[in-house]
């Protein structure tokens, strides 16, 4: 049995896809509203409360970060192999980033456990251009933070079929991964492919640093603005660096922005 956590999310919903014909458990908050491939066991579960997990008859699990006990818990329960997402930001060692801190507490909580463990460190998602749905039914213009910003875009479907290989197979135990895409793109070149794959006319704004803070603050704590300034305009993180984990995993090249974009052409249309 693998145990999926966060199995309705950005990434978890495609490790559970990729693990097709494994028994798989999936965590979800609502196993009602949870639509996941038929012979998944759907099971509800509260990441802050570890203890209250059901990881009997697991051998590996999936964990997300930023829950601490997850991992012991797991571990205590005698599961033979932990594959921790991460971030490339858990690299720098800097406990004064809010995202960061979090990020390199999950990681030390895996390697001091007993249990063989897999870190992934991936790049920026393609699915953040989902992000800028809002404004795309609005009219035809984007406003981004971060314009001279390039990120080597990950496909999550490459990140999940990633996870899943080193779930199933059991390999790169005491490994810390960097997936990512094959190319790294500023926002606009991401605007301009989504404006030829939807055909439609497209432009990006950049958004000036004090401009891009201040929209920011409307929604998102003050700590975590101010890491994402830390890692875009201070440069804490590299994130445009192509990397060639998914083809090493894989046997196949990642998948490129516009393959993202075209998949999910519906959306932007």
Not at 8 to 19: D, K, P, Q, S
Not at 98 to 116: F, G
Not at 142 to 168: C, I, K, N, Q, S
């Amino acid at each position: 049995m693998i145990l999926v956590t966060g199995a309705t999310g950005n990434v978890g919903a495609e490790v559970v896809r990729a693990l097709s014909g494994e028994p798989v458990r999936a965590v979800v908050r609502n196993p009602e509203r949870a639509a996941l491939p038929a012979g998944v066991e759907v099971v509800a579960g509260d990441l802050r409360s570890p203890d209250s997990l059901d990881f009997s008859g697991v051998r590996a699990a999936f964990l997300l970060p930023g829950y601490p006990g997850l991992a012991r818990a797991a571990a205590a329960a005698g599961v033979e192999h932990i594959v921790l997402l991460s971030g490339v930001s858990a690299g720098t060692g800097d406990t004064s980033n809010a995202v960061t801190r979090y990020m390199m507490a999950s990681e030390q909580e895996v390697t001091e456990t007993d249990t063989a463990w897999t870190i992934l460190r991936p790049c920026a998602f393609a699915s953040n251009a989902l992000r800028w749905l809002p404004q795309l039914r609005a009219g035809d213009v984007v406003r981004a933070p971060f314009p001279a910003v390039r990120t080597a875009v990950l496909d999550p479907e490459d990140l999940g079929e990633v996870a899943a290989a080193v779930l199933r197979n059991g390999d790169h135990r005491g490994e810390i991964l960097w997936p990512t895409g094959p190319q790294a793109l500023t926002p606009a070149e991401q605007v301009a492919v989504l404006a030829k794959v939807t055909d439609r006319p497209l432009v990006c704004e950049g958004l000036s640093d004090d401009v891009a803070r201040t929209e920011m603050l409307r929604d998102t704590p003050v700590e975590y603005v101010d890491a994402f300034f830390d890692f875009y305009v201070n440069g804490a993180i590299d994130e445009s660096i192509v990397r060639p984990t998914v083809q090493e995993v894989l046997g196949r090249a990642p998948h490129t922005f516009r393959e993202w974009a075209e998949a999910h052409a519906s959306a932007f249309r």
